[in-house]
């Protein structure tokens, strides 16, 4: 049993969210059957995985006290994004210090997406050109009543989002009878793989989890994993995980993070050619690639977590254009 009340949550989400099946996806990778944790649609600020991960960080700001949230992340940044719609929701001052890192240029990138939506959700945003421009525009925003969140949400506290989210995937699983499978989980900013990861080891799940990385490098995304995973376990006073039931690659990030490759684009394609279901081109399109190889490999169910990220896709909306 895994409890999670002694920690002070707001109400984001519209949970739980659909385990839809895909079986004509499944029927043109020669796989098992697969299923779609579609936790891109989960309701407020157009839905994605941060807000499981915010109703946790959020609880505890307003806990303290606070009338401000100041997060971080690049120009298309989702969590941003969600950041802004919850501040919105919860009365709160939102303050998104972006940074133009993606090597992405022009004004679908920079003015539309999920930026749009920062400013429509009432955000005072603020982009920076590199690191000293990041930190002068902290220093002007911060103040008593200010609450800091990590870059994705992503520490301790918001990985028991997924700690919860994994309880919520293993009972629909239990209830169609499925007691093996693998779970795809993007690996970002590392809380939603690593609570997925801690979530299913302290269930005692049978099944693995599979977490193909969109940023860092395996040896980076395994120690981010385990950190993380490590810290939600100390918040919930239980031992540190082993995690002896995930594996991380890295090998379908291309060029680097947020860089649209070939693949991302035909898994794309095939996911909406065959369910309908749209993939993003930062975090699910390339954790797609490498699910649709490892898929036909299995002898077990497979689950894939979709994270959202539906308006960054507009950001990309020339590349899509060039492609479709």
């Known amino acids: 049993m895994i409890d999670l009340s002694a920690f002070p949550r707001?109400?984001?989400?519209?949970?739980p969210t659909p385990l839809d099946d895909a079986p004509r996806l499944a029927t043109a990778l020669g796989s098992p059957p697969v299923l779609i944790k579609r936790d891109d649609v989960n309701g407020l600020g157009a839905g994605g995985n941060k807000l499981r991960k915010l109703e946790f960080l959020l609880g505890q700001a307003i806990e303290q006290g606070a009338d401000t949230i100041i997060t971080f992340g690049a120009l298309q940044t989702n969590?941003?994004?969600?950041?802004?719609?919850a501040c919105a929701k919860l009365g709160l001052r939102c303050e998104l210090v972006l940074?133009?890192?993606?090597?992405?240029?022009?004004?679908?990138?920079?003015?539309?997406?999920?930026?749009?939506l920062d400013h429509m959700f009432g955000a005072n945003v603020h982009i920076c050109a590199d690191a000293e421009e990041t930190a002068q525009a902290y220093e002007r925003v911060n103040h008593?009543?200010?609450?800091?969140?990590?870059?994705?949400?992503?520490n301790g506290l918001g990985t028991l989002g997924y700690v919860a989210a994994a309880v919520e995937l293993v009972g629909q699983l239990n209830d169609r009878g499925i007691d093996?499978?693998?779970?795809v989980v993007p690996l970002g900013s590392g809380a939603t793989a690593a609570g997925i990861a801690l979530g299913t080891e302290l269930l005692g799940w049978s099944g693995t989890v599979h977490a193909p990385s969109v940023s860092h490098s395996k040896a980076d995304a395994e120690q981010e994993l385990h950190t993380l995973a490590g810290d939600a376990a100390a918040l919930l006073n239980v031992?540190?995980?082993k995690l002896a039931h995930v594996t991380i690659t890295d090998d379908t990030i291309g060029p680097g993070y947020g860089v649209p490759t070939e693949d991302m684009w035909s898994v794309l394609k095939l996911f909406g050619e065959t369910e309908g279901v749209v993939l993003d081109p930062v975090y699910t399109?390339?954790?797609?690639?490498?699910?649709?190889?490892l898929a036909p490999t299995l002898d077990v169910p497979v689950v894939f977590l979709h994270t959202g990220g539906l308006p960054g896709f507009y950001g990309y909306a020339p590349e899509?254009?060039?492609?479709f």
């Open 10 to 15: 707001v109400a984001l989400g519209s949970w």
């Open 99 to 116: 940074t133009a890192k993606v090597p992405m240029k022009g004004d679908a990138y920079e003015r539309s997406g999920n930026i749009v």
């Open 144 to 154: 008593d009543k200010a609450v800091t969140l990590p870059v994705g949400g992503s």
């Open 320 to 323: 899509a254009v060039a492609q």
């Open 285 to 293: 399109g390339k954790a797609a690639v490498a699910f649709r190889r």
């Open 239 to 241: 031992p540190a995980p």
């Open 180 to 183: 093996n499978a693998c779970i």
């Open 79 to 85: 969590h941003g994004r969600q950041t802004a719609a």
